[in-house]
């Protein structure tokens, strides 16, 4: 076979910014060891986040001069209404500027105290959301989505025996929903089988509990469908995706993701009476229901990313390029996430970092010294991002301390990619002398973005 080339050429560039490892070291320090806190222009390769960071296509950039700034009923809106129904086939379109204001919206009424939100695994902003409602987040990930190491087809589902056993004791007055985040962001990017969705909404219908779908990633999931999956090889992306979502009554998606836009946001939903609530919400906190948080061109741009993503070459580029990654890190033994998810490579920091305990946070030591090594950032998936603790303030770990090299969509070529590897076997074989770090100033709430944190001598 050949190689498999980027499905698309460069018409417009923007420089990188060169540094040495001793001014990161400097740059480090200065953001409290805490890559959030770096200036973009002191980053060669940002793999931070695939928010809102894709290179939008031609198509996109002409649909930004189309777009229409109407306050009410702009073209630009229909134009995205028809977009998300071609995909969603759901009847109520509310745009948002982000996925977190969907979020914000569909827990302010469905959540509150004494609610619970089931999931295979929320993503950080979404749990945030349920518990600012006063409500809980349960994640209930299939046994195969908690071993790094093992591989198998669909490490996103969720332990639809865990779901069973968790309605037959606790009843199901107190759940607000069952939520399913395809791909599996903060668990790898790993994919959630059509079978599973099936089984879920079954479980869900048979109780009277709402199914929604967090579908940021739709499109990489359904690609995952299509390639591992008895029965779908043969259907279209568009064909898995609506039959991903017929089973929902809802969903949250940020278009930052799967719709290659710098900004955006939709919630989507089939429930006439929740649409109206959401839409009174929606006024006063995002803006009118045909504009919600955006302009017009943003709308517009939307429309045209959620059609492009749905294209064979763009998905076999995309997954392919992961897995490219990930098979060159395997070669040189670097601990690492298997199989290859959708929109990352995930680093095994606690196999990596064997000598740093979890108190020391290994995840955000590694995502540190990648940076200070090559100028790369990353972000940490452990501890610092998902640790509680208990009565005496002792940390209650995360299950698993992964580091997410995030790959930004039609951004970075495969040099980029080669030299991000390189980088990593480095880091890999001077693995030893990377210390531990402390916290030594962090917020309640979605805490890795603020933290400031210290090395351990
Ligand atoms: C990014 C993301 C969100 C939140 O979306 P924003 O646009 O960043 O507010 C929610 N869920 C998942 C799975 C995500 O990846």
């Known amino acids: 076979m050949k190689t498999i080339i980027e499905p698309f050429k460069i018409k417009s560039v923007e420089p990188i910014h060169f540094s040495d490892e001793a001014y990161r070291i400097q740059a480090l320090k200065r953001a409290f060891y805490n890559p959030f806190l770096i200036p973009s222009d002191d980053v060669m390769i940002d793999l931070l986040t695939d928010s ?36 969603t086939k759901m009847d109520f379109v509310i745009p948002t500027h982000q996925g977190r204001a969907a979020e914000k919206i569909l827990f302010s009424i469905l959540g509150g105290k004494d609610r619970v939100v ?27 989505g908690k071993h790094p190491a093992i591989p198998a087809p669909f490490k996103g589902n969720i332990d639809t025996e865990a779901l069973k056993k968790y309605i037959a004791t606790h009843g199901t007055e ?14 790898g990017g790993q994919p959630v089988s059509m079978a599973n969705i099936r089984e879920t909404q079954a479980i869900c219908r048979q109780h009277n509990i709402r199914f929604y779908i967090d579908a940021c990633r739709f499109a990489e999931n359904a690609y995952f469908i299509q390639q591992r999956e008895a029965g779908y090889k043969d259907k279209s992306i568009l064909e898995i995706a609506n039959e991903m979502f017929s089973y929902a009554d809802g969903c949250t998606m940020s278009a930052k993701k799967d719709a290659f836009g710098n900004i955006g946001g939709f919630l989507a939903l089939n429930d006439e009476k929740l649409a109206t609530e959401c839409r009174n919400l929606l006024v006063i906190t995002e803006g009118f229901p045909t504009y919600g948080g955006l302009a017009g061109r943003d709308l517009e741009a939307l429309a045209i990313g959620l059609k492009e993503i749905l294209e064979p070459s763009y998905l076999q580029y995309r997954i392919r390029s992961i897995e490219y990654l990930t098979e060159k890190l395997l070669a040189a033994g670097v601990p690492v996430m298997v199989p290859a ?25 590694l995502v540190c010294a990648l940076y200070t090594k090559g100028g790369i950032r990353g972000v940490e998936i452990g501890s610092l991002m998902f640790g509680k603790y208990d009565e005496q303030g002792k940390l209650i770990p995360a299950g698993l301390e992964l580091v997410r090299l995030a790959i930004p969509r039609r951004v970075y070529t495969q040099s980029h990619i080669d030299y991000v590897g390189e980088v990593i076997i480095e880091v890999f074989e001077g693995r030893n002398a990377i210390k531990g770090l402390k916290i030594i100033e962090i917020a309640p709430l979605l805490r890795h973005f603020t933290a400031k944190l210290d090395l351990l001598s």
């Open 52 to 87: 809102g960071t894709s290179a939008m296509s031609s198509a996109q950039w002409a649909g930004i001069m189309m777009g229409d700034e109407s306050y009410a009923g702009s073209p630009s809106f229909y134009r995205f209404e028809k977009s998300v129904k071609d995909i």
């Open 118 to 144: 089931i999931s295979n695994t929320l993503f950080d902003t979404t749990r945030a959301n349920i518990e600012y409602s006063g409500a809980d987040g349960v994640d209930l990930i299939c046994e195969e």
């Open 174 to 187: 107190h759940i607000a929903m069952v939520i399913i985040t395809v791909t599996n962001n903060s668990g």
């Open 341 to 365: 998810g959708g929109h990352a490579v995930y680093l095994d920091a606690k196999a990596f970092l064997p000598h740093i305990p979890q108190d020391q946070y290994p995840g955000q030591a």
